[in-house]
């Protein structure tokens, strides 16, 4: 079997079905949204009905067992129509459901995994804290054994879905000596647990309709069952998680990218100046072209990366190392690239808007405030040029 | 009780499409094929009458060359139909027209159906034929602008809605009976994502056009003469202005001297 780029029939009608709801049910909502700044709602309870919640969560657990791939077509089409929804099932989904998935207990994944992929239950994930960003080893809310269970204390930041979810994948230092290596652990806190809180949500440049909040746990008592994987595994179920989340999010910025191109490509035929549609004009065409160019080298790097993923299955003791490290240095990649490439697209789309693209409330003014959070959360982009140049300098070109 | 719903697919509205090399049709090559919208709303009022008489079939039928016919009744197929019937269109038969009634009639013949339920007309050619044509074939009566079409509980009579240019009747009606819808009680719906799953390891029976080529015996598919394209639309022209006054004086001006549609 050489190699072939080709989606199976199932995959394209999976795409079109999506493409339709998405253009249909979430395209018309999406500018009131924004200015409402409110999380939304009715869309995503329909969406969670509709299974877009669990797309690549095995059938067994409640999703549609379609992986990585097919998780990466949804995160491609719902980057074309709207971000915030974009990171609304990013969060839940890559964070939530696959730490869960792939560290679990069965009965973890009966009790959380299952209601959170048919839909009926919303995850969010919690690593960064105000003194611990890029940084992550460095948690400050604390884990103290009491019992057979733990006592949480401390706060957590920039929670996407922190003020709607049931559930949160929540990390803190069960030995702040050790750090990243073995001192964080990975927690399933329940909404109403007693000492558990959501805090500040913040006011945003974009991503209008997610809640990015802070989370408040004043002496939360957990039991052993709340423990996620071993003591210390923390940390590496994290970064499992965000290789998984930043080839979605590269699959998301890569809708943007095809979004900005298809909206400057009708623009740029129907708007005339000089005589002549601005298409016409070589300044533009070259604009064009390096979108096209980048979106289609971002369709390669994004399925190449999710195909790779889906190869190596849902069970971390069965990876090999070199192939655990190939994992995440594709996930950089494919992370940083799309989240430049999308941003600088969209630039050039509201360039070639004019003033147009700077109106409030329009397509590419939206997606231009959106756009820019993908180089800076699940990883900066520093960050992902770290593990990049690490995994260099380690394993080689 | 059996529903029969007629699907085509058309070409979706967004897609680019040109003339055949000889310029004599569409060029099927590279369209991407939708479920026409009245029938889209057919699949959707089929729907709704079967949640309102569970035990009901939804049936959902297609003429057509393969792959875009087969596709077709996958999208019924998520959207919640029973079972799905490919009647294949002989080669060189483009599925419009009388064509396409004399071929669904033979297949809808021997199926009794209380109901056979299709859009007012199709997506593409809209030549509104469809309904009347099937119904004169099958020896049943037809309608066509339906809205509001209802059941009793035993699936013995329809009542419905046939909009006119003046007004609107009201009919009750017994089964069977043929209907070319306008519109369905509601918006018609998407998918499910586990639907489309489903739909596609779901099976196509498929009426080979050896059936129906009796009914087409005599009556060879012709192609039009030539195909063209609607003419560009040569876009808005904007006027500039200071005042409201200042605006309508010089459309008038425009409308005047340059469209000349005002003396």
């Known amino acids: 079997m050489g190699i072939d780029f080709s989606f199976t029939p199932e995959q394209e009608a999976l795409r079109d079905g999506i493409r339709k709801f998405l253009e249909n049910e979430v395209a018309p909502v999406v500018a009131a949204m924004d ?11 329909k969406m969670q009905q509709q299974g877009y919640f669990g797309l690549p969560v095995p059938e067994a657990y409640g999703g549609l067992g379609l992986g990585k791939v097919g998780y990466a077509i949804l995160l491609e089409e719902l980057g074309r129509v709207d971000a915030s929804h974009g990171a609304i099932v990013g969060a839940h989904t890559s964070l939530g ?12 994944k009966r009790r959380w995994l299952v209601p959170a992929a048919r839909g009926e239950k919303l995850l969010a994930f919690s690593l960064t804290e105000p003194g611990s960003g890029s940084d992550s080893g460095a948690l400050r809310t604390a884990a103290v054994p009491r019992g057979d269970g733990f006592v949480l204390t401390g706060s957590k930041l920039y929670v996407t879905n922190g ?9 803190a230092a069960t030995d702040p000596k050790l750090g990243p290596n073995g ?11 007693p000492g558990f809180r959501v805090g500040r949500c913040e006011k945003k440049m974009g991503l209008h309709g997610t809640s990015t909040a802070e989370l408040v746990l004043e002496g939360v ?30 699959a998301a910025s890569l809708g943007g990218l095809e979004a900005a191109l298809g909206q400057s490509l009708a623009f740029a035929r129907e708007r005339t100046q000089f005589g002549r549609p601005i298409s016409e004009y070589e300044a533009i065409q070259f604009k064009l072209a390096e979108m096209a160019m980048h979106a289609q080298a971002l369709r390669l790097l994004v399925y190449a990366a999710a195909a790779h993923q889906d190869r190596m299955g849902i069970d971390p003791t069965r990876w090999d190392r070199a192939d655990r490290a190939r994992k995440t240095r594709e996930a950089a990649t494919v992370k940083c690239l799309a989240s430049e490439w999308a941003s600088e697209a969209i630039d050039e789309a509201l360039q070639i808007h004019g003033g147009l693209g700077y109106i409030r409330g329009t397509p590419i003014e939206r997606a231009y405030r959106d756009a820019r959070i993908s180089e800076i959360f699940e990883g900066t982009n520093e960050i992902q040029r770290l593990v990049v140049a690490r995994d260099l300098l380690t394993r080689g070109p | 009780m059996e529903i029969q719903v007629l699907v085509k697919p058309a070409p979706e509205t967004e897609g680019r499409i040109a003339p055949t090399a000889d310029g004599s049709r569409l060029d099927p090559a590279g369209i991407k094929w939708v479920l026409a919208g009245y029938d889209e709303s057919a699949v959707e009022q089929a729907l709704l009458l079967r949640e309102r008489s569970p035990g009901t079939i939804v049936h959902a039928l297609s003429w057509g060359p393969a792959p875009r016919s087969e596709e077709i009744l996958r999208a019924g197929l998520a959207l919640g139909c029973d079972r799905a019937t490919w009647v294949e269109a002989p080669p060189g038969f483009e599925p419009t027209g009388i064509d396409a009634a004399r071929a669904l009639a033979a297949v809808l013949a021997d199926r009794p159906a209380e109901l056979v339920l299709l859009g007012q007309q199709s997506g593409d050619s809209e030549d509104g034929l469809q309904p009347l044509a099937l119904a004169a074939l099958l020896g049943r009566p037809g309608f066509g602008a339906v809205s509001r079409l209802t059941w009793d509980a035993a699936g013995r009579q329809f009542s419905f809605l046939r909009s006119l240019d003046h007004g609107a009747e009201e009919w009750t009606v017994p089964a069977p009976v043929v209907v070319g819808l306008r519109q369905a009680d509601q918006d018609p719906r ?5 639907m489309i799953l489903k739909s596609r390891k779901m099976p196509v029976d498929r009426v080979a056009s050896a059936t129906v080529a009796a009914a087409l015996d005599g009556h060879p598919g012709s192609p039009p003469l030539r195909f063209s394209l609607p003419a560009p639309r040569s876009g808005a022209k904007l006027i500039e202005y200071a005042s409201p006054e200042e605006a309508a004086q010089k459309l008038l001006k425009r409308l005047r001297e340059e469209a000349k549609v005002l003396p």
Not at chain 1, 97 to 108: S, V
Not at chain 1, 184 to 193: E, H, N, Y
Not at chain 2, 190 to 194: S, Y
């Open chain 2, 190 to 194: 998407t998918a499910k994502l586990p």
């Open chain 1, 221 to 250: 008592e957990l039991g052993p069952e709340h423990l996620l994987g071993g003591v210390g595994q923390g940390f590496s179920i994290a970064m499992t998680a965000l290789d998984v989340g930043r080839v979605s999010l590269g």
């Open chain 1, 183 to 193: 001192g964080v652990s990975a927690f399933l806190v329940d909404r109403g647990t």
């Open chain 1, 163 to 171: 003020r709607e979810a049931d559930t949160v994948v929540l990390l």
């Open chain 1, 97 to 108: 459901t696959t730490p869960i998935l792939y560290y679990g207990t069965e009965e973890q």
């Open chain 1, 35 to 45: 200015e409402s700044e409110e999380f939304p709602e009715a869309t995503v309870r």
